[in-house]
């Protein structure tokens, strides 16, 4: 069964508990997921109406967007929790002779490998979503501006729990300051 | 049927539909659920070990209430969905004389405090949810301290995201410094 296929409650659950996984890096792919459904539904809700027909093609195109980004975000949480189990069986390995601790070597680097791969898949998909909530921001019914900010939000600070497991400076950098940037213009037309 | 028993993949897709529930209320306070949930790993994956016998009891209680804001904000993901059907309903009162007229403005007087106080609610767990990711960053297991960065930055997101719906500048003020601190004491130790 896949981790979001458990309902909202059982994944928490498992999240608090000592279990491997979900960990941190799931979190954040479900996190990121729900700033890119949020960014979806100010699409939801602009789509169709007559005060928004001048960006109709714009916010359906952003519309598949979020939605593939929110089903990458999904099968991130899976990928995050299978990437530790190769990981698992190269520390089981046996290290005695020169020729099993070179093998073991190998094998090891690539687990780790793989293992840092889906972080970093995170950051990026994340990046995404901090994309795709500045348009949503700037094109989207004003009714859900607030859903968009949200959207932000969570994109960004799933950008930043998946890069406390990896060394990703350009991504924080670059996108963080967008993010604060599309909080800070919905905060302001909200007067918050 | 509760929100929260909904499958993850279910959520985020009604969350990423023009469906009135969930909002960016109720995914702030899911987002804020897994940071209490991230905390309580962290709890998890320190109580017992022979390391930190000296801070045993201290995690303990940490566990407890984390576990508890964690049921506390799975409630107001339903508490928030439920708030604004009363609203509905007092927008749908006529005004056609003085009398319903005065009736109306009072039902929705009461159906608006109604609607505004499921957000600071939300506001006020994550705030509980920071304070615990820092003492969790402070005294739980190092193998551990990304994940109570994790937590801060969630607690945080879901504590501004709530924010968007309502005017909280103080919640704010004085806990967005406190999880970037943990947040940045937690980057640092990692050399992220």
Known sequence: MELTQLSC??????LASKAPAPGGGGAAALVGAA??????????????KKKYAAVEADIQALNARAEALR??????????????APLAAAYGLPKETPEQQAQKAAVLAEALDGACAVPLDIMDACCEGIRLAADYAAKGSVLAVSDAGCAALF??????????DEKAARMLA???????????????????
């Open 35 to 48: 700033g890119a459904a949020l960014g979806n539904m100010v699409g939801s809700l602009t789509t169709g």
């Open 155 to 164: 994109c960004k600070a799933a950008l930043q729990a998946a890069g406390l």
């Open 71 to 84: 089903q990458r975000l999904e099968a991130l949480v899976q990928a995050d929790a299978e990437a530790f």
């Open 9 to 14: 409650e059982e994944f928490l659950s498992q």
């Open 174 to 192: 670059e996108y963080v300051p967008l993010a604060d940037e599309v909080y800070q213009s919905v905060a302001s037309r909200l007067r918050v």
